[in-house]
């Protein structure tokens, strides 16, 4: 394979002289433009001693320029088909392992007991079909992440960055802000993918903070809420609460009471330290289950 960055035309050619047919339901639009693939790396100011785990190698637009950096990488892609390509895109960096797995089923502790240590940094152009899964995975191992630089569909990083009352306002929205900062990078047109997906994506920046972006007691009970509360978005929140956490709507309206927060709002109207109120009194009064739920 050439050395030079994947374009247009050689990944097309790539693709097409080895009968690979992008499939759908991987969600594989691979990001082709160079342009783009510099400024990701860039942002990321990849250097020999830091580390990175690659979410989808595809063919290798980010993994060559972060191989020539000499960074150790992580280069994780499922789809076996193009492990030939990626093999041959990084021949002779010893600083790259290609690992052929779903993402989700990779363990990061182990990635840095390899790498010799205690943090990575995580990059990638997630699969719209799996977008909400590969960020609730980047969470759960927050522990082992500075930061996340990953391209996503542009209506799924609005609902990330949005506020309180908006309707792009969720759970996962509420999950990743505790978590993380979150920053846009830039948008990024169909036309940098083969194929071109049908929507405009965008870059954000996830930095992992060193504490919550608010302080609540229990952080799994924390979860345990917000994604009871977001459970019916149409409903008020003491019937949200009540059947997201399986509870007498009474115990509700009192936990509400004790947290000063109004019942006959909805979820998305609630901020982190409403819903981190709501947390802290299940955490000290209410059942303990709901600590193991």
Same mark, same amino acid.
């Given at each position: 394979?050439?050395?030079? #960055? ?10 097409? @002289?080895? /009968?690979?047919?992008?499939? =759908?339901?991987? +969600? ?10 510099? =400024? ?8 020999? +001693? ?21 960074? #150790? ?15 041959? @895109? ?6 790259? &392992?290609?690992?052929? &797995? ?32 590969? *960020?609730? !995975? ?5 522990? !082992?992440?500075?930061? @996340? ?15 309180? /009352?908006?309707?792009? !306002? ?25 194929? &071109? ?9 996830? #930095?992992?903070? +060193? ?14 809420? *917000? ?30 009471? !004790? ?11 609630? /901020?982190? &330290? ?11 009064? /209410? ?7």
């Amino acid at each position: 394979m050439d050395r030079s #960055r994947v374009s247009p035309h050689t990944a097309r050619q790539l693709l097409r @002289a080895r /009968g690979i047919r992008p499939r =759908k339901k991987l +969600g594989q639009n691979f990001l082709i433009d160079a342009n783009v693939a510099r =400024k990701i790396v860039r942002r990321l100011s990849p250097a020999k +001693g830091s580390v990175f785990l690659e979410v989808g190698a595809g063919v290798g637009a980010l993994t060559l320029p972060l191989a020539e950096s000499g960074a #150790r990488v992580f280069a994780v892609e499922i789809d076996p088909r193009l492990t030939p390509l990626l093999e041959s @895109a990084v021949a002779g960096y010893d600083n790259v &392992e290609l690992m052929e &797995e779903d993402i989700l089923r990779v363990k990061v502790p182990e990635l840095l007991s390899r790498a010799g240590v205690e943090r990575l940094s995580t990059v990638g152009n997630l699969p719209y079909n799996m977008t909400t899964q590969i *960020v609730l !995975y980047l969470m759960e191992n927050r522990q !082992y992440i500075d930061r @996340a630089l990953v391209t996503v569909q542009r209506e799924y990083a609005e609902r990330l960055l949005a506020s309180p /009352g908006s309707r792009d !306002y969720g759970s996962i929205t509420v999950l990743t802000q505790f978590y993380c900062l979150i920053s846009q990078v830039m948008t990024v047109s169909p036309s940098c993918f083969f194929p &071109e997906p049908e929507v405009s994506s965008a870059v954000l920046d996830l #930095r992992v903070r +060193g504490e919550p972006a608010v302080t609540a007691r229990n952080e799994t009970v924390f979860e345990t809420v *917000v994604r009871a509360a977001f459970s019916h978005r149409r409903k008020m929140l003491v019937n949200s609460l009540a059947d997201g956490l399986g509870l007498d709507r009474s115990k509700i309206v009192q936990v509400l009471e !004790y947290a000063g927060v109004d019942g006959t709002q909805r979820a998305e109207q609630l /901020g982190l &330290e409403e819903l981190a109120r709501i947390a802290d009194v299940f955490y000290d009064e /209410g059942p303990s289950s709901l600590c193991e739920a």
